[in-house]
């Protein structure tokens, strides 16, 4: 088992900046790959972002290159996901996963998500 704690969610103006972080504890953290998704209201499950267990291999979706940055210590047992340039349609709620299954949208573990708001 793999528990997952998001923070760091909350209300940023356009074109600011946030920065998410996600706890683990249980099963030797690690090994997981890690991943964030997002979900705005009334929409679908978004992939955003995903980093290898050694933290060396990364993988964004096209909307948020050169915008979002993932990264973890493993030392911390946490994941981040560093937001810059927040535009108002990114208004969502931001989910950890553990072993993320990118095509499906699935995962393996789920934190319980933080909700990001983006003024416009």
């Known amino acids: 088992q793999v528990q997952l704690v998001e923070s760091g969610g909350g209300l940023v103006q356009a074109g600011g900046s946030l920065r998410l972080s996600c706890a683990a504890s249980g099963r030797t953290f690690f090994w997981n790959t890690m991943g964030w998704f997002r979900q705005a209201p009334g929409k679908d499950d978004e992939f955003v972002a995903t980093i290898g267990p050694a933290g060396i291999i990364t993988y964004y979706a096209d909307s948020v290159k050169g915008r979002f940055t993932i990264s973890r210590d493993n030392a911390k047992n946490t994941v981040y996901l560093q937001m810059n340039s927040l535009k108002a349609e990114e208004t969502a709620v931001y989910y950890c996963?553990?072993?993320?299954?990118?095509?499906?949208?699935?995962?393996?573990?789920w934190g319980q998500g933080t909700q990001v708001t983006v003024s416009s």
């Open positions: 996963a553990a072993e993320p299954k990118i095509g499906s949208g699935t995962a393996d573990y």
